[in-house]
């Protein structure tokens, strides 16, 4: 998979095929990029990969290898696919799904050949999305067309560069698993990454250290989304290739598939656990919120009801009664501590106030303050002891008996060139 960031962008994708024209019509993307073939011959006694500048440079290899791997990156000549496809046979309806980049994932089987249709990982301009990656299998060629430069089999290539494993010894069916195990196989970074981004998420939502969460939330759930997308239908093709009987896959081959496939089940209960915890963070965040909203109605509610009183006091002295109509009229106005009485008064009320509020629970240090002052005030404080922590320098006791170090653990060797699944 492509490095890069992610940004909060969908991918969206048109079919470029010509309304009204003729099934098996190939139509290019003027926008493509152009094809660039790049060849690898193999067998039991070597491998050749020739430089490849017309698809004529390809006919001499056909006969003179056990097995012939075009992979084709761009998709934007169609003179070139269907010089491809005269050369290796290939059906015009399977070359127009190559063209339309948009396809699902599906397997088509013809009479000389065999076809199917994967999504691969990737990022392209910052953001994550899925290539498409066809790919035909017969007798003795292994035939992949790419939508652009990069892709995830490295390994394969040196694998058949350095004789490890099968491939070498095996045919093309081999090799077409090869290529499907390994796209299953550069998902697992991508679920990596998505658990990574929601831990990531959880800790900043239950902190309260970020405002704009939502976003974050809604990418890597759409992340997830497209993931599944392309997962759910690989499923039928792997499932397909090895339950299915066929004579362009051994029976060897398709143990390898069966075991691909529990793979890409494995990956699609991950996506489906992430995509719950997404969901779940989602309403972790708007408890957050409605909570964090709740203590500030809480806290203007406090200080609502202690000024109720207060404004009922000072609304009393502030009615003018004509003292000199009456002895009854406020008599308090004329004494010399009239004022400091009134203040007094004021200043009584809403210290019962919040007496009573602390007493009934209803007032906290969290209330009025904010979740980083009240964690400012405690730092002060030393951290409480871990449990099985040493005791303090001062009060620990001499060891009576120095144990010696056991062995470290070291890991144990792994197959050079093995895959995820352990397989050759």
Known sequence: MRE?????????RRRRETIGVPPGTVVADPAAPRPVIQAIA???????????????????????WPVLWVNVDGLGDAAVLEQL??????????????????????????AEHVFFVARMPDVLGGRFCTEQ????????????????????????????????GRLRTSGPDYLAYALLDG????????????????????????????????????????DLLTVRRALWPLREVVGSMGR?????????????????????????????????????????????????????MKVLTIIATIFIPLTFISSIYGMNFDRSASPWNMPELGWAWGYPFAMGLMLVTAIALL?????????????????KLVAFAQAGAPPPAAAGAPPPAATRAPPSVATAPGPAATPGPTPDGAGTNGGP
């Open 183 to 222: 796209v299953v196989d550069a998902y697992y970074p991508v679920a990596e990454e998505c658990s990574e981004r929601l831990d990531a998420l959880e800790d900043e939502i239950l902190a309260g250290s970020r405002a704009d969460t939502v976003t974050p939330i809604h990418t890597v759930r759409r």
């Open 133 to 164: 990656l066809s790919v035909f299998f017969g007798a003795r060629f292994v035939l992949t067309f790419q939508e652009r430069a990069g892709d995830c089999f490295d390994s394969i290539r040196r694998r058949l560069r350095q004789g490890k």
């Open 355 to 371: 007496l009573y509020f602390r007493r009934r629970g209803w007032l906290s240090r969290s209330v009025l303050l904010p979740p």
């Open 244 to 296: 299915d009987t066929d004579v362009l896959v051994g029976a060897e081959t398709r143990i390898y598939l069966r075991d691909c496939y529990d793979h890409v089940v494995e990956l699609i209960d991950l996506v489906e656990n992430y995509r719950d915890i997404g969901a779940g963070l989602m309403e972790v965040y708007l408890s957050v919120v409605s909570n964090r909203m709740n203590e500030i």
């Open 85 to 110: 496809g005269a050369l290796f046979g290939l059906h015009r309806l399977a070359l127009e799904d190559v063209i339309n980049v948009s396809q699902r994932a599906k397997l088509e089987r013809y």
């Open 4 to 12: 890069g960031s992610h940004r909060p962008r969908r991918e969206r």
């Open 42 to 64: 193999y067998g039991p006694d070597g491998v050749a990969e020739p430089p490849i500048g017309r698809v004529d440079d390809l006919s001499p290899l056909l006969g003179r």
